[in-house]
């Protein structure tokens, strides 16, 4: 079983920034492709970026620019930088892990954008 565990949400004001953290357990971290996803109340959940094992990266079109994933594979640590924040990102972000096809999901980190 894979322990996933977000952190870093808050109240920013439209334009500013914020990091997420997700640490993941286990000794195989670097196995992991690790996402992120998000969903704001009403909606379904969404897809916002992905790193593979490798390093590789992909966004969805909403975020490209905005936001970028990376992973510390010795801390394992997955980070969401989000750059330029617009109030319809407001959301609760999911730290989501992939391993032998099967997923692993953390509680959420909440995400404001308001003035």
């Known amino acids: 079983q894979v322990q996933v565990v977000e952190s870093g949400g808050g109240l920013v004001q439209p334009g500013g920034s914020l990091r997420l953290s997700c640490a993941a357990s286990?000794?195989?971290?670097?196995?992991?492709?690790m996402a992120w996803y998000r969903q704001a109340p009403g909606n379904q959940r969404e897809f916002v970026a992905l790193?593979?094992?490798?390093?590789?990266?992909n966004y969805a079109d909403y975020v490209k620019g905005r936001f970028t994933i990376s992973r510390d594979n010795v801390k394992n640590t997955v980070y969401l930088q989000m750059n330029t924040l617009r109030p319809e990102d407001t959301a609760l972000y999911y730290c989501?892990?992939?391993?032998?096809?099967?997923?692993?999901w953390g509680q959420g980190t909440q995400v404001t954008v308001s003035s």
């Open positions: 989501n892990a992939r391993y032998d096809g099967t997923n692993y």
């Open positions: 286990g000794s195989i971290f670097s196995r992991y492709t």
């Open positions: 790193i593979t094992t490798g390093g590789n990266t």
